[in-house]
């Protein structure tokens, strides 16, 4: 019996630890960051304000979606990127980078002029 509470134990920590990643976005840009999905019809379905972060639930990445922002009258946007489950990116003004939870860097992607 007492092994089975432990076991009980040891299984519930280890789930506690694996969900409680969330995804990550860091913002290194004067401007707000919008990232959209694929399907989105709206163009922003998460706001990043400028030098700030923003977390995404517990346990989730995104998947399949793309960065934006507008300065000076032009739009930039990046090209199609996913943030692995517990993962984060840091955008910067041409380009943002993509980590996984063991923060190792995953892929770079450019950011350019839309048009």
């Not at 009980?8 to 959209?36: E, F, G, M, P």
């Not at 990046?78 to 943002?96: A, K, T, W």
Request: net charge positive; glycine share 8%.
């Amino acid at each position: 019996m007492k092994r089975l509470l432990i076991v009980a134990l040891c299984l519930a920590a280890l789930l506690a630890a694996t969900s409680a990643q969330a995804y990550a976005i860091y913002n290194h840009t004067d401007y707000k960051v919008c990232i959209a999905h694929w399907y989105s019809t709206s163009g922003c379905d998460i706001k990043v304000g400028p030098h700030s972060t923003r977390n995404g639930e517990h346990g989730a990445g995104l998947k399949r979606v793309w960065a934006s922002y507008r300065h000076k009258g032009n739009d930039y946007r990046s090209d199609e990127f996913s943030i692995p489950d517990g993962g984060y990116i840091r955008v910067y003004d041409r380009e943002l980078k993509v980590y996984n939870h063991h923060d190792k860097r995953q892929k770079t992607v450019p950011i350019q002029q839309d048009g």
